[in-house]
């Protein structure tokens, strides 16, 4: 099974400031095909980029992926209030689809 | 609006059984790929299975084969997840979430639906 470490645990930011998460992959994700969701508190995951810079419909442009083979990253260029989540990445090119332990992002 | 909603959750005792279901609607259900995926304590997110659209090709997570069965029925725009020989360690949020296809991203997601297995 490929397993995807994301870094850092927790991130502190204020708003208006920029967030860099990162996802690393224990193999080649196949034909890049890595995606990261949103979950806040109580909701449902939220499909935010996939493969792995498509944006998902309706997503802000300020959420940006990056990345091939075994290192993709989330960028958030300019922090909103609505933006305090767990951010989590996601690998759907190898069986069994698997997903990185979360990245949280949380007021400083 | 694309709208998933589990149901069927709730406690069981160690060794016993839950049929979970998912009800969908706004979108033309059989021509999508559908699964489940947990949240528990242990594991985090964790896909445990999947089902094509006319589920002719079906995968179930290793901690879960041979005990959970998917299966849908199109023309009751449902999806379900019979789980049996339920373990502690099965204790989480199940979310169904639909796939466009095999090897796609899940773009919605229901609001989930809690198991506890305990005695």
């Known amino acids: 099974d490929i397993v995807l470490t994301q870094s850092p645990g927790t991130l502190a930011l204020s708003p208006g400031e920029g967030a860099t998460l990162s996802c690393r992959a224990s193999?080649?994700?196949?034909?890049?095909?890595l995606a990261w969701y949103q979950q806040k508190r109580g909701q449902a995951p939220r499909l935010l980029v996939y493969?792995?810079?498509y944006r998902a419909t309706g997503v802000p442009d300020r959420f940006t992926g990056s990345g091939s083979g075994t290192d993709f990253t989330l960028t958030i260029s300019r922090l909103e209030p609505e933006d305090y989540a767990v951010y989590y990445c996601?690998?759907?090119?190898?069986?069994?689809?698997?997903f990185g332990q979360g990245t949280k992002v949380e007021p400083k | 609006e694309v709208q998933l909603a589990e149901s069927g959750g709730g406690l069981v005792e160690p060794g016993g059984s839950l049929r979970l279901s998912c009800t969908a609607s706004?979108?033309?259900?059989?021509?999508?790929?559908m699964n489940w995926v947990r949240h528990t304590p242990g594991k985090g997110l964790e896909c445990v299975s999947s089902?094509?659209?006319?589920?002719?090709?079906?995968f179930y997570g290793a901690s879960v084969r041979g005990r959970f069965t998917i299966s849908r029925d199109n023309d009751k725009n449902s999806l379900y997840l019979q789980m049996n020989s339920l373990r502690a360690d099965d204790t989480g949020i199940y979310y169904c979430?639909?796939?466009?296809?095999?090897?796609?991203?899940?773009?919605?997601w229901g609001q989930g639906t809690l198991v506890t297995v305990s005695s």
């Open positions: 979430a639909r796939s466009f296809n095999w090897d796609s991203p899940f773009d919605n």
């Open positions: 706004g979108f033309d259900f059989k021509t999508y790929g």
């Open positions: 089902i094509t659209s006319r589920s002719s090709n079906i």
């Open positions: 193999q080649r994700v196949s034909t890049d095909y």
């Open positions: 493969g792995p810079a």
């Open positions: 996601q690998q759907y090119g190898n069986k069994p689809w698997t």
